[in-house]
Antibody
Framework: EAQMMESGGGLVQPGGSLRLSCVAPGITFTSHWMHWVRQVPGKGLVWVSRINSDGSSAHYADSVKGRFTVSRDNARNTLYLQMDSLRVEDTALYYC?????????????WGQGTMVTVSS | QSVLTQPPSTSGTPGQSVIISCSGSSSNIGSNTVNWYQQVPGMAPKLLIYRNDQRPSGVPDRFSGSKSGASASLAISGLRSEDEADYYCAAWDDSLGGLFGGGTKLTVL
């Protein structure tokens, strides 16, 4: 089954930064909207951000606006999430997802996630 | 408290049918399409229904979705043990952006 592959998670102190990456080996990427979704283990899904196919438009959840930046490199089939001014409440498993062809928000391909832990 | 409201849990016996509701408002479900996701514990979510009532290839027709006004529903017929999972509705909100419901845990008794 096709899957995204996230990396870049880890342990960081409050106020610190991390950059998540997501590659799509063998998966059509360039014409699709892409999203980041996070989940605290044992809790529900929370949408974080989305970016359109050419990277010219991005949207963010209010909780991360001004701190997180989504970007993409279509030549490398790679999606990024730059996370600055991290807070304890940003601790979660971060999923990279692809919206299906013709849709902006129906996420048909997911990764296994990368864990971000913000703690002193 | 999620903007999209789902019951926290539901249950059924094998062969039965269950319906999971998702209630929103005019700025999300009322004006945008609804998607449903299934998440088996320990696994990544899987798209189950998109555009209110469309099934991706490979999703059994036991799963169906519907939408009316600012509410949506996911129906599962002929319950099977492998349907035991968490189910999430999702919709775009014109002000808030992407939204997920709080999730409904389905137990197959």
């Amino acid at each position: 089954e096709a899957q995204m592959m996230e990396s870049g998670g880890g342990l960081v102190q409050p106020g610190g930064s991390l950059r998540l990456s997501c590659v799509a080996p063998g998966i059509t990427f360039t014409s699709h909207w892409m999203h980041w979704v996070r989940q605290v283990p044992g809790k529900g899904l929370v949408w974080v951000s989305r970016i359109n196919s050419d990277g010219s438009s991005a949207h963010y959840a209010d909780s991360v606006k001004g701190r997180f930046t989504v970007s993409r490199d279509n030549a490398r089939n790679t999606l990024y999430l730059q996370m600055d001014s991290l807070r304890v409440e940003d601790t979660a498993l971060y999923y990279c997802t692809r919206a299906r062809d013709g849709s902006r928000n129906a996420m048909d391909v997911w990764g296994q996630g990368t864990m971000v832990t913000v703690s002193s | 408290q999620s903007v999209l409201t789902q019951p926290p849990s539901t249950s059924g016996t094998p062969g039965q049918s269950v319906i999971i509701s998702c209630s929103g408002s005019s700025s999300n479900i009322g004006s945008n399409t609804v998607n449903w996701y299934q998440q088996v514990p320990g696994m990544a979510p899987k798209l189950l229904i998109y555009r209110n009532d469309q099934r991706p290839s490979g999703v059994p027709d036991r799963f169906s979705g519907s939408k009316s006004g600012a509410s949506a529903s996911l129906a599962i017929s002929g319950l099977r043990s492998e349907d035991e999972a968490d189910y999430y509705c999702a919709a775009w909100d014109d002000s808030l952006g992407g939204l997920f419901g709080g999730g409904t845990k389905l137990t197959v008794l």
